[in-house]
């Protein structure tokens, strides 16, 4: 079946600009992740998503990060007044809620944000 | 706070050789391990995940992985290297403890394989 998807593939920007990534989970996927891969910092966790709900935000590195998730799919990842070190590839995956289980989380191809 | 170490940043084999990827991790309770791999430009694979049971795991394309809890390890291994192995990978651990088993990743090692 079809997998994660992210759309744009690249984005590249100037500072100050307001940026939209998009992710679509694997269909029926309830919890929803958001990553940022950088050079300096390796993977991070953002954002979780739990159906609409995020309950979990603690990796947001600033105000000027937020996200949402509509109709418990489709989540949009928006940075405002973007700036040089946010340049990294950002990383949606999706996992299937399971009874009391760690059940596996699925990686989209990723988003790579160029701020120039 | 969960914590993941992978010590090697960068391993060259030859290809045909045996690989040992390693990893250790910090958790206070029970932990779920992972390993993942990234090809350049692509986004992360699931290789293999221990949960519980047995400590040896069998994961894709003929990697295992063994748990060892006294030496908090969940190394990667592989018999035989194959010049498509040539990737990043990835060890990480998922934190149950707030609901909802975020991922802590290791930085990474970057396997080179000599043909």
């Known amino acids: 079946g079809a997998g994660v998807s992210q759309s744009p593939s690249n984005k590249v920007t100037e500072k100050g600009k307001d940026v939209e990534l998009r992710c679509d989970p694997i269909?029926?996927?309830?919890?929803l992740y958001w990553y940022r891969q950088s050079l300096g910092q390796g993977l991070e966790f953002l954002i979780y998503?739990?159906?609409?709900?995020?309950?979990?935000k603690s990796g947001l590195p600033s105000d000027r990060f937020s996200a949402e998730r509509t109709g418990g799919s489709v989540s949009t990842l928006t940075i405002q007044r973007t700036q040089q070190e946010d340049s990294a590839v950002y990383l949606c995956?999706?996992?299937?809620?399971?009874?009391?289980?760690?059940?596996?989380?699925?990686f989209g191809p990723g988003t790579r944000l160029t701020v120039l | 706070a969960q914590s993941v170490t992978q010590p090697d940043i960068h391993i060259t084999v030859s290809e045909g050789a045996s690989l040992e990827l390693r990893c250790n991790y910090s958790y206070g309770a029970t932990p779920y391990l992972f390993w993942y791999v990234q090809s350049p430009g692509q986004g992360l694979q699931l290789l293999l995940k221990?949960?519980?049971?047995?400590?040896l795991v069998q994961g894709i394309k003929g990697f295992e992985a063994e748990f060892k809890r006294s030496q908090s390890s969940f190394n990667l291994r592989k018999p035989s290297v194959h010049w498509s192995d040539a990737a990043e990978y990835f060890c990480a651990v998922g934190d149950s403890g707030a609901g909802s088993y975020q991922l802590t990743f290791g930085k990474g090692t970057k396997l080179s394989v000599i043909p």
């Open positions: 995956a999706s996992r299937t809620r399971t009874s009391g289980g760690v059940d596996t989380q699925y």
């Open positions: 269909s029926g996927h309830t919890a």
């Open positions: 998503f739990q159906g609409n709900s995020a309950p979990d």
């Open positions: 221990y949960f519980s049971g047995d400590t």
